[in-house]
């Protein structure tokens, strides 16, 4: 409606409703006048505009050569424009590498790995039945290990073993990138990461802060021991000294509900040793390489001779024990690697696995 129509109306006889801007015909004009064409054309053009009278909607017009013309150009360029950021993707893949930040991963998540048969045999099968009968193990990741990797380890767990694995994986500090020019940089500066999770390790073993992944390993124990169930469960490397804290805390409730004599407990190549997990009463063994550096600096492998020094100063010695997993030539970290430990083409592996399928099934 125009300026101009609403000019036409007699004021005198309309009064505004300012909170709607719904022109009114007061009573006694009502009565005694009648109302103007015009007004009537006017109000029910207002009643129409406020009860959303749907617009007219114009007939499509067939779009000529010129708006042809137009789409193209529009197409060709949204194509210039993906092609533009793939370029720059590729260029940025190039440089930096395929990255992963641990600082984006959930630290204590859990993630189940079923047990897959090799081939279709009836013994695979038979096997697959079996784990399925079984709780799963609980699997808890060393240092300096993401989720990719976390996984992979609970596969070869599940494979070697014939079992469930439940991962809890212990997320890490560090970032790692592959594939790009710069990616040795980023690595070099990333490993400032792997002395946090060292700096972690410290702190699990004097009880200091709160570690999220021990909390949901704990969480994860109550749950299974209160429910009357046989928990197996093994750490490798930092995950033996989570499980450890984790435990130790645990016994510290006091629970009646908990029976720890239906716990198996394996430490893999660990930074804890036996004192370490508290006084709790469970099953316990642990496997490892002669020539594993962490657990021979702060392990199951430290000499007799230097245990007191071990408790004495754990902090500085768990930091200086990057140089081990960094001694080029060295054999530590394949030693330390779980699946050199558990590796069932070598006679040290095989014993290995057989130690723990007998505390398991014990």
Known sequence: MSIGHLSALRLDAV???????RPQVSEGEAKNEETPKDSIAVSQDLQ???????????????RGALGGLFDGIGK????????????????????????TAGADEQDGEQIMQE???????????????????KTSVIFVNGAGTHREEAVKGAEMLSGTLGRNVDLIHNA????????????????????????????????????????QCVEEVKNELRKRLMAGEDVDIIGH????????????????????????????VINMGGTAERQDYGTADFNYDHVELPGDHAAYTVGELVPE???????????????????????????????????????ESTTAGLLNIQKIAKLFDS
């Open 48 to 62: 129409e505009e406020e009860a959303g009278t749907p617009e007219k909607i114009a007939p499509e017009v067939p």
């Open 305 to 343: 001779q230097d245990r007191a020094r071990r408790d004495a100063e754990f902090d500085e010695l768990i930091k200086g024990s990057i140089k081990g997993f960094l001694a080029e030539g060295g054999n530590y970290n394949r030693d330390h690697d779980p699946r050199r430990i558990l590796d």
């Open 76 to 99: 060709a360029f949204g194509g210039i424009l993906e092609g533009i950021g793939k370029a720059v993707q590729g260029i940025f893949a190039g440089i930096f590498g395929k990255t």
């Open 172 to 211: 890490t500090a560090m970032t790692r990138s592959e594939g790009g020019l710069l990616s040795p940089l980023i690595n070099a500066v990333g490993m400032t990461g792997f002395l946090t999770d060292l700096q972690q390790v410290g702190d699990d073993h004097a009880g200091r802060g709160t570690n």
């Open 115 to 133: 047990y897959e048969p090799k081939n279709d045999s009836a013994g695979e099968r038979a096997r697959a039945e079996e784990a399925d009968k």
């Open 237 to 264: 490397s930092q995950g033996t000294t989570i499980i450890a804290r984790a435990i130790k805390e645990l016994n510290e409730e006091h629970n009646p509900g908990i029976n720890f004599q239906n716990l198996h």
């Open 15 to 21: 009064t505004v409703n300012r909170g709607r801007g």
